[in-house]
């Protein structure tokens, strides 16, 4: 899957846990013991950064890097974006892959919302995603309770401001498909922030469903799952 995307740094004690079964704290011990080395210089600190083009052994016997995992799920309501579960069960419950605890979700979305959420095991590339300087789009069919005012696109056009906040939100796009039913385009990813933007407008969301990261659309059924295409993980990169 997408070599170009496995060509990565991240710390040793990292590389031996994705290139082995260890555990985080046995692939420690380990490193601690003087048992790996790297480039033929056996490392004793599990903090520091490789790669995978360099020459990493354990015990002698060299270690290949396990490819990153890119995953798009349908989230169903009723459930939470988190490792473990909690009063909700975790999306993770529904992934029958090998270790799905060392997944993370590129942006979460709150236990009654549904729709796309995008789970991985490469940190920089969903930094590409959820970090606000990188002006990912995310798109949201959003269901009010009151209808949609005239102005509101306007507002959100130039930003408003939200309690709390020091500033107001970036620009975003407002589509009316019917009197109670919007789409919201946003590029950013405030806590509880499409709530919050049509509180801050005198409305309140009833439902809310992402459809779209990215260009990345929706396309499974509810609790269903499917690997991004090399052509959509690097989409991220451009």
């Not at 260890?22 to 600190?45: M, P, Q, Y």
């Not at 939470?80 to 979460?108: F, Q, T, W």
Request: net charge neutral; proline share 3%; charged share 30%.
């Amino acid at each position: 899957m997408c070599k170009m995307w496995c060509r990565r740094l991240m710390r040793l004690d990292k590389y031996l846990c994705k290139s082995t079964d260890l555990t985080k704290s046995e692939a420690v011990e380990k490193i601690h013991r003087g048992e790996v080395s790297v480039n033929s210089e056996t490392v004793f600190d599990e903090s520091i950064q490789v790669h995978e083009n360099n020459t990493i052994l354990l015990k002698g016997n060299a270690l290949t890097l396990r490819a990153f995992r890119y995953i798009l799920m349908h989230k169903p309501a009723a459930t939470i974006c988190s490792n473990i579960d909690e009063v909700y069960p975790s999306l993770l419950n529904y992934l029958e892959i090998d270790k799905p605890s060392e997944l993370h979700m590129a942006g979460r979305l709150d236990a009654d919302t549904t729709g796309l959420v995008l789970i991985t095991d490469d940190g920089r590339w969903s930094f590409n995603i959820t970090s606000p300087t990188k002006s990912c789009k995310k798109v949201y069919r959003v269901t009010l309770l009151r209808d949609i005012k005239d102005d509101v696109a306007e507002r959100f056009k130039v930003g408003v401001q939200l309690q709390g906040e020091v500033n107001p939100t970036r620009p975003a796009e407002l589509e009316v498909i019917s009197p109670k039913e919007v789409l919201l385009t946003i590029t950013e990813g405030k806590f509880h922030q499409v709530k919050r933007m049509f509180a801050a407008v005198g409305n309140r969301v009833v439902k809310l469903h992402r459809e779209q990261i990215g260009e990345i659309r929706l396309d499974v059924q509810q609790g269903e799952w499917r690997y991004l295409t090399e052509d959509e993980i690097v989409s991220f990169n451009q």
